[in-house]
């Protein structure tokens, strides 16, 4: 049976991922890399895989979510487990503990089989922090692994991802809108078609972003959320109408990659103030490249 604590943690997507994860376990590489999935899901499956390779019932399904391992791993209590938590953006103050992981790499594990250092959506490192640990996790040693974990690997460093083996996890199911929402109450409607409109013939978006169209960072949001929701069902095979099934079958793998990379700059530059109008343009002109 797959590890009961997975069961319970997210979806039963993922539950071919903790297959390929264990039998991965049985000759782990020096560093992997989870992709995909929501943060959660990621969470999990990195103290999930931490487990796997300490575990001494592992079996083709997984650990056994019982022996000390196990449980250690899974309640990040095991000595062995360094876990480096980056969600939050860069931490100025982790260095000193990241040399000190670094300096105990050289020494035998305390607890298990291996040592597992984590760093949790790694995307949030600084650069000074992946240059610190890029000569360990070339050479971790034979009782270490790494692993990070992150949205998707176009958002880390690409030192990090050539030296990991990458496993891309299920993508999430898109939430759906709020019930009893039709277009014309949805501030977002209008422009989210303009937005296709422009990324299928470069006409007609304007009309919503310039002259005395007065677009607020309130719509600007609206529209990036939406924008999203499609991307999310488009990158989850569950496209079947509007500008998900636009995306699914304009861009190809590589470009629903970069833009939802656009979408997520452009949710920061609305939150950092910049003119809605201004971003939205960019987003348009720039993801307008991306389509097949």
């Known amino acids: 049976m ?11 997507r993922q539950i071919r991922a903790a297959g390929r994860l264990a039998r991965l376990a049985q000759k782990p590489p ?21 487990a796997a390779v300490n575990c001494a019932a592992l079996s083709e399904t997984g650990p056994c ?11 990040q209590a095991s000595r062995d487990l360094f876990f480096f938590d980056f969600s939050a953006g860069p931490w100025k103050d982790v260095i000193d503990e990241l040399r000190e992981a670094r300096r105990v790499l050289g020494e035998p594990p305390r607890e298990g089989t291996r040592r597992v250092v984590a ?16 000569k360990s996790i070339e050479e971790p040693g034979p009782f270490n692994v790494f692993v990070l974990t992150a949205p998707q690997r176009e958002r880390i460093l690409p030192t990090l991802v050539s030296r990991s083996f990458v496993m891309t996890l299920a993508w999430p199911r ?8 039709g277009a014309a109450d949805d501030p977002a409607g209008a422009l989210t078609a303009a937005f296709y409109g ?4 470069g006409r007609g978006l304007f009309a919503h972003t310039g002259g005395k169209a007065k677009l607020d960072k309130a719509q600007a949001e609206a529209f990036v959320i939406a924008a999203q929701r499609d991307l999310a069902q488009a990158l989850s095979g569950t496209a079947t109408a ?29 939150q950092t103030k910049v003119n809605p109008s201004l971003v939205v343009d960019w987003l348009a002109v720039t993801a307008r490249g991306l389509a097949i």
């Not at 629903?256 to 920061?268: K, N, S």
């Open 2 to 12: 797959v590890y009961a604590l997975l069961m319970d943690m997210f979806p039963k």
């Open 30 to 50: 020096a560093s992997l890399l989870l992709e995909g999935g929501s943060q959660a899901e990621r969470r999990v499956m990195s103290l999930f895989w931490a």
């Open 65 to 75: 979510g019982a022996c000390p391992a196990c449980v250690q791993m899974h309640g």
């Open 119 to 134: 760093l949790f959506e790694v995307q949030g490192m600084l650069d000074e922090h992946a240059n610190l640990l890029l």
């Open 174 to 181: 898109p939430t759906s809108a709020p019930e009893g929402e």
């Open 198 to 201: 422009f990324l299928d013939t």
């Open 242 to 270: 509007g500008g998900a099934r636009f995306l699914a079958e304009r861009l190809d793998l590589a470009g629903l990659r970069r833009l939802d990379l656009l979408l997520d700059q452009a949710r920061e530059s609305l």
